[in-house]
């Protein structure tokens, strides 16, 4: 359709920068041109947002990224909180299992720290 990619990334909870707004957005554009124009956009979605964004949590995040033991350290970070989430969910289903009738395999076929319930009005 002629749609380039684009990409919201947010470092708020893999980073614990709560309120920080630390985050990027990429934009894959066809030319210069488009480039210049998606930036001239984006500044003034920025300007309207907030004038002056905190720092912070941009500086944690380029401070963790730009040196090699502190992001393989973050990334280990990364697996052991996911992992735990991984085991909470399992746990979750197999009481929820032992307690109903009902199929609850949706707990673990998703990932991440939220999850859609399948409740429904019922």
């Given at each position: ?25 990429v934009a894959s554009c066809a030319s210069a041109r488009e480039a210049s ?48 989430i991984a085991d909470m969910r399992a746990k979750l289903r ?29």
């Amino acid at each position: 359709n002629g749609l380039q990619p684009w990409a919201c990334i947010s470092f708020s909870k893999n980073f614990g920068l709560y309120s920080e707004r630390a985050g990027a957005v990429v934009a894959s554009c066809a030319s210069a041109r488009e480039a210049s124009a998606v930036r001239g956009h984006l500044g003034k979605l920025a300007r309207a947002l907030y004038s002056n964004p905190p720092a912070f949590g941009a500086r944690v995040v380029d401070a963790v990224l730009a040196d090699a033991a502190l992001e393989a350290r973050w990334r280990e970070c990364l697996v052991v909180m996911s992992g735990r989430i991984a085991d909470m969910r399992a746990k979750l289903r197999s009481a929820l299992e032992a307690r109903t009738a009902r199929d609850w395999s949706h707990i673990t076929s998703q990932v991440g720290m939220f999850s859609y319930t399948g409740l429904n009005k019922q």
